[in-house]
T-cell receptor, first 115, second 110 residues
Framework: DADVTQTPRNRITKTGKRIMLECSQT?????MYWYRQDPGLGLRLIYY???????NKGEISDGYSVSRQAQAKFSLSLESAIPNQTALYFC??????????????FGPGTRLTVL | DQQVKQNSPSLSVQEGRISILNCDYT??????FLWYKKYPAEGPTFLIS?????DKNEDGRFTVFLNKSAKHLSLHIVPSQPGDSAVYFC?????????FGKGTRLSVIA
């Protein structure tokens, strides 16, 4: 079984809809991250959480919100989806016990299309 | 401004030869450097890393070199194999979460 799972794997939605992407992990890691990948732009950080009570904005947080429901679960919401949020979304985890050097473990990704 | 630059979007190499992927960074406060590999329809996977106290780290066919004065790191793959065909991201870390480059697509031709 995968250590980091993301649901759904694919989603097509319409402009203005609210969308939630979910991430769960069984690695026991305390830190979780959400990234988006766009062609030619690499991976850009949306939000990150170092523990359940600690949520931080990343490089491109506008239009997104997150919820850390438990150490193992980190959800990303698009309150009102727009077409330029069409992208591949990745969840990742890391462990503070490995130091601040952030070797991150990624989920398989969610492909989101906003029409 | 990009903090991490991978200036070659793509690279083609013949099987058995050396692949060299390059990465430049701008902030001398970064002190840990990683390479990730990504296949289509999968998440990135960690490949190899190096801390700023070293200038070389080797793991099998993969070697990462760090030149701190030039703010440059490179990944060498020797010998290259068709299964190495993927997108490679370099990532850097300081007191913040990882910052990724845009990636280089490596194609190893049999």
């Amino acid at each position: 079984d995968a250590d980091v799972t993301q649901t759904p794997r694919n989603r097509i939605t319409k402009t203005g809809k609210r969308i939630m992407l979910e991430c769960s992990q069984t690695k026991g890691h305390d830190r979780m991250y959400w990234y988006r990948q766009d062609p030619g732009l690499g991976l850009r950080l949306i939000y990150y959480s170092f523990d359940v009570k600690d949520i931080n904005k990343g490089e491109i947080s506008d239009g997104y919100s997150v919820s850390r429901q438990a150490q193992a679960k980190f959800s990303l919401s698009l309150e009102s989806a727009i077409p330029n949020q069409t992208a591949l979304y990745f969840c990742a985890t890391s462990s503070r016990s490995s130091g601040r050097y952030n070797e991150q473990f990624f989920g398989p990704g969610t492909r989101l299309t906003v029409l | 401004d990009q903090q991490v630059k991978q200036n070659s979007p793509s690279l083609s190499v013949q099987e058995g030869r050396i692949s060299i992927l390059n990465c430049d960074y701008t902030n001398s406060m970064f002190d840990y450097f990683l390479w990730y590999k990504k296949y289509p329809a999968e998440g990135p996977t960690f490949l190899i890393s190096i801390s700023s106290i070293k200038d070389k780290n080797e793991d099998g066919r993969f070697t990462v070199f760090l030149n701190k004065s030039a703010k440059h790191l490179s990944l060498h793959i020797v010998p290259s194999q068709p299964g190495d065909s993927a997108v490679y991201f370099c990532a850097v870390s300081g007191n913040t979460p990882l910052v990724f480059g845009k990636g280089t697509r490596l194609s190893v031709i049999a």
